[in-house]
Nanobody, 121 residues
Framework: QVQLVESGGDLVQPGGSLRLSCAAS????????LGWYRHSPVKQRELVAQ???????TYADSVKGRFASSRDSAKNTVYLRMNSLKPEDTAVYYC???????????????WGQGTQVTVSS
């Protein structure tokens, strides 16, 4: 079974930076689209960024110019670099893989457990 494990969440001051990582494990051949979502008590789940298998990226308007996502397919890892953080970026950030090819076939819509990002002075 595929597992996604996020790391890198922390408490940071406004204007600061963080880098989140999400590592996939479990006899994986390849992953398709890898995405970062966030959820907070005041907002519904929001798609923050996506990276396709070819490396193309899309971002939510609220993070464009501040966040950058990339992936290392050899390591089955996706990253989210977050700069110029704002208090409204405070949320639990989740990693998602829409389709993962494994030795046992495909797994769909796989989620990590989330990592907390808090932006506060």
């Amino acid at each position: 079974q595929v597992q996604l494990v996020e790391s890198g969440g922390d408490l940071v001051q406004p204007g600061g930076s963080l880098r989140l990582s999400c590592a996939a494990s479990g006899s994986i051949f390849s992953t398709n689209v890898l995405g970062w979502y966030r959820h907070s008590p005041v907002k519904q789940r929001e798609l923050v960024a996506q990276v396709t298998s070819g490396g193309s990226t899309t971002y939510a308007d609220s993070v464009k110019g501040r966040f950058a996502s990339s992936r290392d397919s050899a390591k089955n890892t996706v990253y989210l670099r977050m700069n110029s953080l704002k208090p409204e970026d405070t949320a639990v950030y989740y990693c998602n893989a829409d389709r993962v090819a494994t030795m046992r076939g495909y797994e769909y819509n796989v989620w990590g457990q989330g990592t907390q990002v808090t932006v506060s002075s």
